[in-house]
């Protein structure tokens, strides 16, 4: 897929480039996101080069994962990063995202997942997107509770982070808890 750019009321979502290898080392020195998320720990500056200049082109040139870099429109300054990923199985994806430590606390990543989310089940034509995070990631459960996701359960040992498996919390979010409409027919549970 060509990469493309998202817009929000206040942010751009773009592709990564080698020009934000500085900004992305220096937000992943939090300890937070080297904590919570699969990154690298420590997180090296070749780690972030390796991110912005050759793993998330590569995801968008084989259609397997689309990262974007999620900046302020008035500015520019990068607020986090956020995922698309391919699943399994047919018209699910995933989503995951950090945030910078001097961003946090103020919409822009629920702003981003709505974002992402849209473009998700309209332009990919996705049915559902996951969200998971490792049990106890409060904040990331708070992003993904505001942007509408229903909160579905706990898996066992259902993520691999940095060598230990961890037991993880799942949501989703469907086409229609946007108000779109799915690709294929979706008949729930009575």
Not at 42 to 59: H, M, V
Not at 86 to 92: A, D, S
Request: glycine letters at 12%; one cysteine or more.
């Amino acid at each position: 897929m060509e990469p493309i750019t998202l817009t929000s009321d206040r942010l751009l979502l773009r592709p990564f480039t080698a020009g934000d290898a500085d900004a992305v080392h220096a937000a992943c020195q939090d300890p937070d996101i080297q904590r919570w998320t699969v990154v690298p720990s420590p997180y090296g500056r070749a780690d972030a080069e390796l991110f912005a200049g050759r793993l998330s082109p590569d995801g968008w040139h084989d259609d397997s994962m689309y990262n974007f870099a999620v900046v302020l429109r008035e500015g520019g300054a990068l607020t986090g990063a956020l995922g698309i990923n391919r699943r399994n199985l047919p018209g699910v994806y995933e989503v995951g995202y950090w945030a910078a430590t001097e961003h946090r606390g103020r919409g822009y990543t629920t702003e981003a997942v709505l974002a992402a989310a849209r473009w998700t089940f309209t332009a990919l034509g996705g049915d559902r997107l996951e969200w998971r995070a490792e049990v106890g990631n409060v904040p990331s459960r708070a992003v993904a509770l505001r942007a509408g996701f229903r909160m579905e359960g706990e898996q066992r040992s259902g993520l691999l982070n940095k060598g230990v498996r961890r037991d993880i919390w799942i949501g989703a979010l469907l086409p229609s808890d946007l108000g779109l409409p799915g690709t294929h027919a979706y008949l729930p549970t009575p």
